[in-house]
Each structure stands twice: as C-alpha cells, then as structure tokens.
C-alpha cells in the first residue's frame, strides 16, 4: 500500500509541474483511470486500518470524534496550503522580478485561475473557508474531507445491517454523482462544480476500505481473470491515447460518446472498471504482502524509498503541489521548457525534495526529542543541567 501510494505521489507531482512534457508517459495518457484513484483507493485501505480498529474497540461515537479530528487537520490543510500558494504567485506576479530578471511576461496567477481570489475577497474569502471556493488546482482535499465524513456513515450501516448495506449506499452515493442529483459548488459567481465529486469518487475509496475491512475477499488469482484484465486495459488504450484516437476519427467519435462512462468529475464507471483491472494486476506483480518488492538488492532500497513517500502522503501532496509551481518558475527563468535536460531536472528535483519532505516529516513524528539519551551524549546532558552523575 506504501508503494503504490509513494508511485502516486510521484505521478501527482509530474501530473501538477505545469508544462510538462513528461505528462504524456503517465498512466492518465494510457487508461482512464490514473494517480488519483491510486491516491484515493489506497487512502481508502489506510483508512480502514488507522480508524477501523477505533470503531471496533471505542464504539462509533469515539471513532466518529477521530473522523472529525481528521477531518479538521485535512480542512486546515487544504486552506493553508492554497493561501502559501497563492500568496506566493501573487508576490512573485506583483513584484516584477521575473520579467526584469529573464523577460518573463507569464502571468502565472492567471494560469491558476487565482485573481479571482484577489479581486473577489467578499466572496471568494467565505467561500475558501466554507468549501464553496474550489479553484481546480486545489480540488482533491475537499473531496477527501468529504469522503471522510461518510465513513461513520459506512460503519453505522454495516453494523446495523451488514457488508450489503455498505455496498448499497455506495451505489446509491455513486448515482447521485453521476445523475447529477448532488453536486458541490466550486464557485460562488458561477455554476462550476468541485471538480471531483466526493459522491462518485467514494466508490473507489470504499472499495479499497471494504477490501482492508475483510468486507470483500481477495480475488483468486488464476489465469482467466488475468487475462481479462490485460485484455480490458490493452483494448482502452486507443481511446485514451491521444496518439492513437486523433489518427482516427472514428476512436474519436465513440470516445466522445463514451465520454459519460470515463468522466473524471463524477467517476464515470469505466475509469472504476479501468482501475480495478489494473490494480489486480499489480496485486499479482508485487504478491502477496509485497512479497516481490521486498529485496535486499538496490531495487529493495529504491522500493523502500517509495515506501517512505508513501507513509507520509498527506504531507508530500501538500509540499508537492507548491514545489511543482517553485520547480515551474525556475525551469520557466532559464526558457527551459522543450529542453530534455531542464525538464529532466525539473521533475528529478521534484522528487529529490517530495522524498525530503518524506524523511522530515517522518523524523518529526518519530519525536526524537523524547528518546532518552545513551553514552557520551547523557553524560554532556547531565553535566549541562548541572546534574553530575557521582562517581
């Protein structure tokens, strides 16, 4: 689950580095599912092990209280890591430094779509804070505190009524999305809508949740199935690779009918068909447990650096999303787009600093502060709070 939520970080960056030509490599060009279900589902099976075990032995009304503890972290999240942003481009824009420095004469507050932000305080301001202000760059958040906040929900309906009951209001959430019938608002001065709609995109997270949960079974792995899923994600390629459905006018034309079924906003059921596939496929890749990944070799140690990543998601997401403008902007001083070097450069660094962030993160939560000291070093402390040992 680490690795694969690590991969997805990794993507995310690539997919949010504005520009960038190594967009077209990433799953999203290949399939209609991409990152976001790799994030979103795999939260789903983090979350199912961080508060499931809270349900079970607290009772829901404890484990609701830590669902709304999350959520209020991941809320407070969402608005900082917008206000870091945009205060950051609109600096930068206000400053002139880049058009002096390089010749620079991108608006890259325009871009994000943020002057709205500025010139529409009254609204936009209540807005960022009530989650009716949602620019796109900054969509998946919301839909995850959403999501969160149906996971009592889920709980309560598969005590009281078991695993059906579970899966029945998935299916009923998931329609709701994709007839339309509950949406959320992402502008207040417009009808656009979240660009995820947390109602669709449950499905995913639940699926992964149900699978951690023990509410849905391990699929059997044998060679009829496997089969089926290469042969379902090979013949998806043509309708998602634009290399392929521009050539034909025809792929064109039964993409564009199809476009209800793949519809990223409201999860259109083929991206969830899609996805499955794939992920029973790299199930069986890693085995069981990871079993494949784990090596003692130099692609066990690369693996456990994705690893890390992944541990620590939440954070990295935040960071990767301002690294990826940072990274953006300097590529764009040195007119580096088109070039292989700059742009390599540009995506590497992303993920150097996306794998620092990783490790800080991770050395903070191990609050190293508390460990007690051994040797020399409680000797030096004793001797500075004026506490010498006797002899």
Known sequence: MDFFRGLGMFIIYIAHLPNNS?????PARFGFSDATEIFVFCSGMASAIAFGAVFEMR?????????LYRMWQVYWAHVLQFLVIAAGLVAIQQSGYLEE???LTENYVTKLNLWHFFNKTPDTLPGLLTLTYVPNYFDILPMYIVILALIPVMMAAHRFAGR???FALMTVFWLAATFDIISFPAEPWSQREWFFNPLGWQLVFFTGFAFMRGWIPAPPVNRGLMLAAVVLVLITIPLAW??????FEMLSEIRLALRPFWTKTDFGIFRYIHFLALAYLAWIAVGAKGRYLVTDNAWGSVVRVIQKVGQQSLAVFLASLVIAQAAGILRDMVWGRGNPLIVFLANAGGFAALIAVAYAVGWFKGQPWKRKPVGEASLKEARY????PAE
């Open 101 to 103: 420095c390089c010749g």
């Open 242 to 247: 634009f290399r392929v459905y521009r050539e």
């Open 22 to 26: 190594w967009t077209l490599w990433i």
């Open 59 to 67: 009772g829901w009304m404890m484990g609701t209280a830590r669902i």
């Open 164 to 166: 059906g009951a579970v």
């Open 385 to 388: 709070l004026g506490k010498q």
